[in-house]
Structure formats: structure tokens, C-alpha cells
């Protein structure tokens, strides 16, 4: 098997446990902590490099998923950082090693894309686990001025690729003169990792987004997608093609209008919408991009929350959880056990509603600053 011979490789023998056993236990440890197991031996020391390990670390923790919550203060001039499971509450994290004031625009697979709030144009793909970053080109020849109006901020979306370790990063708006409102001119830029070159493409066309469909783009079936203002379709970027696309969502959620709130989320490799309607909560997923056909997988009532459901905003999801955020709590809901369970509290009344700036997440050992299929070593 391919597993055993990745394993072989490795040429590493204790005389007590095998290869695979002491390599999966590794692969269940918290990121910090492996590191630390770094020290015991040779073999330990440059297992966090391979390419075999860094797949099987991604699988195990793809199973426990997270939620990373901007902690933004009135009262400080910085944004602190929490990584919040289902099992261990929040656990703290730093993005100093940006070196500069950064806010978080995109998640995806591991990999954040931030923007500089001080220089206008810069971005970051880094993996707050590892500490490791690429800046991006300036995306912008010059500064913001009357001639140069900006258009690249309304949409941002990061799509990275597990399998082939590389990935995109999209920045789309309305061309919009000067002091005038936008222009039916949707102006995107796209960035390989591989050739590290913005592409940039005009199309036709208008749509309105929220603050919170702007941050909440999911990457499956090779496209960018996001949920407009108008909640009546989702917009789809094709990566390949560099072709925009509309996907119209389930009837049910159309006619409902206003009444009902829907979110768009990824759900194991697909598309899905949340909409939260009255004392009910339902799970939809796209299974045909094609025939645009939705399958309600999931209905949940609300009564056990009662308080909190008019707050309460759906923001990462697997088969067997559903991560909420509210004004100061974070809630799970178990699919399986059909449990709700608080997994965190922000006692600092002076901070922003913890669903402003919560983002899906996961653990791993990605590289972002190299792409390719071999070794790698991360500077701690």
C-alpha cells in the first residue's frame, strides 16, 4: 500500500510500537505540541516535513473543525486571535509574525489570504500554524486617488487545493468612478501560486453583497462562490475558465423572501446554504452545479436555543457539527447526537459581535511560501 511505503521510507524503528502507529498518533497531537515532539528524535524531527505526513495531519484535523474569531476591542488598537473547537474552547493566535496590521479576508483549507489595513494593495497567504507567509504582488500599481478609484475590495476568496498544494487567490469589484455609483463592470483579479502573476479580466454584469457574504466565500468543484445580498442565487467564480456564473438557489429559499436568513458555507468538499427561518434551521447542500439541484440534508428546530436563534449565525460546518456565533457565545450544535452545547463565552462587554469576523478553520501543515511535493521545513 502506498501508506506503507511512505511509512518505510522513513527508516525509523523503536523496537516497541510500529511506524504507522506512532505516525498516527502524531498526526491526532495539536499542532504546538508536535512541534515540541520535534526534540525527542531525528525521524520526529523531520516527520512535520514530509509529504505524506502533512496529507494525513490534514485528513485527522479536517475531522475536528474550528472556528478562528477576530477579537476586535473599541478600546485597543489591535485584534486578538482564538481558535475555537468543540472539545478544548479557545486557544489563542498570533499573527505578529506578519509584521504588520492585517485583517482577515478569506479562509480556506488552512490557508488565511489577509489584507493590510495600513498599505492598500498588500496581501498575505499564510498559515498561522506553521507562521509561515508569502506577500503577495501589490495588486495595485498606485495609490487610491480621484483617477484611481477603487474597485478590487468588494470580494475576496482564497481557493487552495489540498491535493496539488496550490491555490488562488480572487479579488473581484464594481469599477466605480469618483464620487458616482458602481458601474455594471465586475473587475476581478486572479493570482496563481504557481506563477505568482495577477490575471485581470472585466465582465458585465452587477450584484450586491453584505459584510458578511464579502468574508464568506467557499472554494469546491474548482470554483469561488458567494452568497449575494438578494439571497435569490450564488455567485461562482470558474478558476480554469475565468468565467462568472449564477447559481440559483432552492425555490423554498427564493420564495421565502426576506423572512428567512440564509449563509453560505462548505460542507465536506460542497456547497451549502444554512438558512435559518423562523424557530427552524435548515441544511441544504448543492450536489449538481450543473442542474443547479439542492438537497435539503438537515432540518433542525431551535427551541433549545430560543434565546439566542434571532443572533445566533451559522459559520462552519462537517457532518457531525454545526459551529454558531452570536453576539458573545459560540455554540455547537451535534448533528448526530443532536446536542447544542456553548464551546465559548467573550466576557469583554467593549468587543465587536463575536459573528463579525469569524471565519472556518482548520489546523495543518500546508506550506503557502513553497509550492511543490517534497520536503519543507518551517522556521518556529
Same mark, same amino acid.
Given at each position: 500500500?502506498?501508506a ?8 525509523? *524503528?523503536?523496537g ?8 498516527l498518533i ?6 504546538k ?8 528524535c ?13 496529507? !494525513?495531519? *490534514? ?8 472556528l478562528?474569531?477576530?477579537?476586535i476591542c473599541?478600546l485597543?488598537?489591535r485584534?486578538?486571535y ?5 472539545f ?13 496590521r492585517?485583517?482577515?479576508r478569506? *479562509?480556506?483549507n ?9 498599505n492598500?494593495? #498588500?496581501?498575505?497567504v499564510c498559515?498561522?500554524m ?14 487610491i486617488?480621484?483617477c484611481?478609484?477603487e474597485?478590487?475590495?468588494t470580494?475576496?476568496?482564497?481557493? /487552495?487545493?489540498p ?8 479579488l473581484?469589484? /464594481?469599477?466605480? +468612478?469618483?464620487?458616482?455609483? +458602481?458601474?455594471?463592470?465586475? #473587475?476581478?483579479?486572479?493570482?496563481d501560486?504557481?506563477?505568482n502573476v495577477?490575471?485581470? /479580466?472585466?465582465t458585465?454584469? /452587477? ?5 458578511m457574504?464579502r ?11 458567494w ?6 442565487h450564488?455567485?461562482? !467564480?470558474?478558476?480554469k ?8 438557489? +432552492?425555490?423554498?429559499? #427564493?420564495?421565502?423572501? !426576506? ?10 468538499g460542497?456547497?451549502?446554504?444554512i ?11 448543492l450536489k ?8 435539503? #440534508? ?5 427551541r433549545?436555543?430560543r434565546?439566542?436563534?434571532t ?12 459551529f454558531l ?9 451535534g ?14 462587554s467593549?468587543?465587536? +459581535?463575536?459573528w463579525?469576523?469569524a471565519?472556518a478553520?482548520?489546523?495543518t501543515?500546508?506550506?503557502?511560501n513553497q509550492v ?9
Amino acid at each position: 500500500m502506498e501508506a506503507s511505503e511512505n511509512m518505510s521510507s522513513l527508516n525509523f *524503528s523503536n523496537g516497541f510500537l510500529p511506524n504507522d502507529l506512532i505516525i498516527l498518533i502524531l498526526s491526532k497531537l495539536p499542532i504546538k505540541t508536535l512541534f515540541r515532539c520535534k526534540l525527542v528524535c531525528k525521524f520526529w524531527c523531520r516527520l512535520p516535513s514530509e509529504k505524506y505526513f502533512i496529507d !494525513l495531519y *490534514s485528513q485527522t484535523s479536517s475531522k475536528n473543525p474550528t472556528l478562528l474569531l477576530e477579537i476586535i476591542c473599541t478600546l485597543r488598537t489591535r485584534s486578538s486571535y482564538i481558535c475555537v473547537d468543540r472539545f478544548s474552547g479557545g486557544l489563542g493566535v498570533s499573527l505578529d509574525f506578519l509584521n504588520d496590521r492585517v485583517k482577515i479576508r478569506a *479562509s480556506c483549507n488552512g490557508l488565511l489570504c489577509c489584507a493590510s489595513t495600513r498599505n492598500r494593495g #498588500v496581501y498575505y497567504v499564510c498559515n498561522p500554524m506553521t507562521r509561515e507567509f508569502r506577500l503577495l504582488p501589490r495588486a495595485r500599481g498606485r495609490a487610491i486617488t480621484r483617477c484611481q478609484p477603487e474597485y478590487e475590495a468588494t470580494l475576496i476568496g482564497l481557493a /487552495f487545493d489540498p491535493k496539488s498544494w496550490k491555490y488562488h487567490v480572487a479579488l473581484a469589484g /464594481f469599477y466605480r +468612478p469618483f464620487g458616482r455609483r +458602481p458601474h455594471d463592470q465586475l #473587475v476581478c483579479l486572479v493570482l496563481d501560486s504557481d506563477t505568482n502573476v495577477w490575471r485581470r /479580466f472585466v465582465t458585465c454584469q /452587477f450584484d450586491e453583497f453584505t459584510h458578511m457574504n464579502r468574508n464568506q466565500s467557499v472554494f469546491a468543484n474548482g470554483l469561488l462562490h458567494w452568497l449575494t445580498y438578494s439571497c435569490s442565487h450564488v455567485l461562482a !467564480l470558474d478558476l480554469k475558465d475565468e468565467v462568472w456564473m449564477k447559481i440559483s438557489l +432552492p425555490e423554498e429559499i #427564493v420564495a421565502s423572501g !426576506l423572512v428567512c436568513r440564509v449563509y453560505l458555507l462548505e460542507l465536506e468538499g460542497e456547497v451549502s446554504v444554512i438558512q435559518m427561518s423562523g424557530c427552524w434551521m435548515n441544511i441544504w447542500v448543492l450536489k449538481d452545479h450543473v442542474r443547479e439541484q439542492w438537497i435539503l #440534508v438537515d432540518r433542525v428546530h431551535l427551541r433549545c436555543i430560543r434565546g439566542l436563534a434571532t443572533n445566533a449565525f451559522p459559520m462552519c460546518q462537517t457532518s457531525d457539527v454545526v459551529f454558531l456565533a452570536a453576539q458573545r457565545k459560540v455554540l455547537t450544535y451535534g448533528r448526530k447526537d443532536k446536542v447544542w452545547r456553548e464551546v465559548y463565552a467573550e466576557q469583554d462587554s467593549s468587543t465587536y +459581535p463575536l459573528w463579525f469576523s469569524a471565519h472556518a478553520f482548520q489546523s495543518t501543515l500546508f506550506p503557502c511560501n513553497q509550492v511543490g511535493k517534497g520536503k519543507h521545513e518551517y522556521v518556529m
